[in-house]
């Protein structure tokens, strides 16, 4: 029986020999060369990169392979990279998109293929829905091997970091780090970022330490390589023990980031997103339109307000958020999941971007990173955000939807809710709170998320949405 392949949030992902296999990348790479060539852009070649899992390389050699075989020109990564570092290098080879073979932040059991298009972001939904279209109906896969096309020249073997770094070198103040006397500790989660934040914060008075930087598939010591707190115990032990100024991690392919502060806690998600829009807005004195996913801070909407800049909201994925960044120009753009993209970069998220802003904006104020959080609260006020992540029966889907789009609730946890809406899931809006309840894009999972003015009123909505929801 043939799989069904289908794009999510963020590209097609599978159980590694289930539905993982060569013969399925094959058919994404057909299915991706028959794509390019019905858009008249496979004459711009196709930048393949792949991570450190689990047979990675190998799945991005077949991918490569069929391509050439096809007649079209691949640049393909000599080593596992970070996702932002391979779309980047779509802008530098002018290529038509890239091929990455990577599952981010899934289990070690899991692999995927994802697309980013030429103008080096997520691929739109309508792409993507050509992409499953010309995917489902590749009937043949030409035989071929990376030697021959190497042969012939339609392979050429690249060396992404270059012109990766140089850019990134071009946005931040690299020197101000350097000279800032920061030792930071970088958990690169055995993932493709590992080496990058140590290669461009090292130097001069800063020291920076890498945990977990050699390639390991199994991804030992958490449940999967996604930087947020319960993946990080280590991480948030030494900062707790007081040996350094900052904690930076990155996800397996290097498109997100987690930070842990001077004492140890770890800075939630949304709080680093509001975090780097004021340091662009209040410290830089810059001024453009931020774009968040709907689960983003309502932290965003409130300096949006302050600064006279537009919000744009919308659904969770980059295939939305990437277009209306390049659309209106965005200052910045982000999602809950920790991943965030600016202007003069690539529509796409950056981990280690994000990473050394932060930095920055710490050399920059001679702040710690818990004082910046205290000054980002003093503007806006205090918020506290909390996500659920719940397995359910998939057969207990339709009844868990019903709920979701039954009618109004008038009150949840007590507290009466003022608006209702449907951009991505359910969201309730109530006096200066709000809660969100959708089925993850990328695994089997329901996310609730909240965000209010106290952790204690942000567990009372998750324990009441849980119990609305019967799960």
């Not at 779309?87 to 080879?93: A, D, E, G, R, Y």
């Not at 739109?124 to 030697?147: F, G, K, N």
């Not at 774009?291 to 909407?301: A, D, H, I």
């Not at 659904?315 to 982000?334: E, H, R």
Request: hydrophobic share 40%.
């Amino acid at each position: 029986m043939t799989t069904e392949i289908r794009f999510g949030t963020d590209g097609w992902r599978a159980l590694i020999a289930e539905d993982f296999t060569f013969e399925n990348v094959g058919r994404c790479a057909q299915g991706l060369a028959d794509y390019l060539k019905a858009m008249g852009s496979a004459g711009q070649g196709l930048v393949v990169g792949y991570d450190t899992r689990f047979l990675s390389r190998e799945f991005a050699e077949r991918v490569a392979g069929v391509c050439a075989a096809n007649g079209i020109r691949v640049f393909l990564s000599q080593t596992a990279a970070p996702t932002p570092v391979i779309s980047f290098n779509v802008l530098h080879h002018h290529a038509a998109g890239a091929a990455i073979i990577t599952a981010s932040h899934n289990p070690a059991n899991w692999n995927g293929f994802k697309f980013k298009s030429e103008y080096a972001g997520s691929a739109t939904q309508e792409i993507t829905d050509q992409l499953e279209a010309a995917i489902a109906l590749v009937d043949r896969v030409p035989a071929s091997t990376v030697e021959s096309g190497r042969a012939e020249g339609l392979i050429v073997d690249i060396d992404p970091a270059p012109p990766y770094l140089e850019r990134i070198e071009s946005l931040v103040d690299l020197g101000a780090i350097r000279a800032a006397g920061f030792k930071v500790l970088v958990d690169a989660m055995f993932g493709a970022g590992a080496g990058y934040l140590p290669k461009l914060a090292s130097g001069g008075a800063t020291v920076a330490e890498e945990m977990n930087g050699h390639p390991n598939p199994a991804f030992p010591g958490m449940e999967q390589p996604e930087p947020i707190a319960h993946n990080l115990t280590r991480l948030r032990e030494r900062m707790a023990n007081g040996e350094a100024s900052v904690g930076l991690a990155l996800d397996g392919d290097a498109d997100r980031v987690g930070i842990v502060d001077e004492k140890g806690r770890f800075i939630t998600t949304l709080e680093v997103f509001s975090l780097l829009a004021y340091y662009l807005l209040e410290h830089k004195g810059r001024r453009g339109p931020l774009v968040k996913g709907v689960t983003s801070s309502m932290m965003l909407n409130k300096l949006g307000r302050i600064y006279g800049v537009e919000v744009h909201e919308m659904k969770v994925g980059f295939k939305y958020i990437g277009p209306m960044m390049s659309q209106v120009d965005a200052l910045m753009a982000g999602e809950e999941s920790g991943g965030f993209a600016f202007q003069g970069h690539i529509p796409e998220r950056d981990g280690v971007l994000s990473g050394l802003y932060m930095l920055e904006f710490m050399a920059l104020t001679g702040k710690t990173p818990s004082q910046l959080v205290d000054e980002l609260f003093d503007r806006v006020g205090p918020h506290y955000y909390q996500r659920r992540d719940v397995t359910f029966d998939p057969q207990d889907r339709g009844r868990i939807q019903q709920k979701l789009d039954a009618g109004r609730l008038d009150r949840l946890a007590g507290m009466p809710v003022r608006q209702v809406d449907d951009i991505d899931g359910r969201r309730w809006t109530f006096d200066d709170a709000w809660l969100i309840s959708r089925f993850s894009g990328t695994e089997p999972l329901l996310r609730i998320y909240a965000e209010a003015g106290s952790p204690e009123t942000v567990t009372a909505l998750l324990d009441a949405a849980m119990e609305y929801l019967g799960v």
